[in-house]
């Protein structure tokens, strides 16, 4: 059983930025790809961007490339999400999720039914 613990969301003004940091139960954290996913208000859940076991190959939505980075600790058994240049149309509730599927160390996985494990959620609202 993987815990998945969000942290760091709030309400920033656009243009501003935020660190979202998601903290993981377990012994074998380097083991899962760890993914940041968002659902904004009165749409879908969606991908933001992923991280490799080893951290050293990631993936960005389009939405967010150049403006977000995330990054992951395997000694602290930790995620993070780095946000800046935030826009209004960032605003949703961030969610963290790790794919415990044997993968190589550079593979990064995009598909939400992939995750295995997720976070209860932290909101971010960007105001105008």
């Known amino acids: 059983q993987v815990q998945l613990v969000e942290s760091g969301g709030g309400l920033v003004q656009a243009g501003g930025s935020l660190r979202v940091s998601c903290a993981a139960s377990?012994?074998?954290?380097?083991?899962?790809?760890m993914g940041w996913f968002r659902q904004p208000p009165g749409k879908e859940r969606e991908i933001v961007a992923t991280?490799?076991?080893?951290?050293?190959?990631?993936y960005y939505a389009d939405s967010v490339k150049g403006r977000f980075t995330i990054s992951r600790d395997n000694a602290k058994n930790t995620a993070y999400l780095q946000m800046s240049s935030l826009k209004p149309e960032d605003t949703a509730v961030y969610y963290c999720?790790?794919?415990?599927?044997?993968?190589?160390?550079?593979?990064?996985?995009?598909?939400?039914?992939?995750?295995?494990?997720w976070g209860q959620g932290t909101q971010v609202t960007v105001s105008s």
């Open positions: 991280i490799s076991r080893r951290g050293d190959n990631t």
């Open positions: 377990g012994p074998t954290f380097s083991a899962y790809v």
């Open positions: 999720a790790a794919d415990l599927s044997p993968y190589s160390l550079v593979k990064v996985t995009t598909l939400q039914r992939d995750y295995d494990y």
